[in-house]
């Protein structure tokens, strides 16, 4: 993720952040043909009203933001009626890693399980 150092930057803050999203959804975001579902990390089930009123909305809100295969199969899994969202366990080991962009970077993402 690019920084905003300087004020020319702070008028790019809207395009980084969309970028950032688009990042974090490809790196926490699957979906599951066999059980028509999309996992979604966790924050999206404790900030839910920042996403959407219901699955439709907060579907809407990750596929504008997604971009390549997971925005393809996210089209894709929402054209049947039985797709559901489900959410991945969060990682609190994180929390203990401290400001430490390195360790992020490091770390490659693990796959959550399914919590309903």
């Not at 970028?19 to 599951?32: P, R």
């Not at 219901?54 to 089209?75: M, Y």
Request: a positive charge; aromatic letters at 8%.
């Amino acid at each position: 993720m690019r920084s905003l150092r300087n004020h020319e930057d702070s008028d790019k803050v809207d395009l980084v952040l969309e970028q950032s999203a688009t990042a974090f959804l490809a790196a926490s975001t699957t979906v599951n043909f066999e059980t028509v579902t999309v996992t979604l990390p966790k924050l999206f089930k404790w900030y839910a009203v920042d996403f959407g009123k219901n699955d439709t909305e907060v579907l809407n809100w990750v596929e504008a933001r997604a971009d390549g295969e997971l925005k393809e199969e996210i089209g894709m899994v929402r054209k049947s009626p039985r797709v559901r969202i489900a959410f991945a366990k969060y990682d609190w080991g994180l929390n203990s890693m401290g400001s430490s962009v390195k360790k992020l970077r490091s770390k490659s993402p693990t796959q959550g399980t399914i919590a309903g």
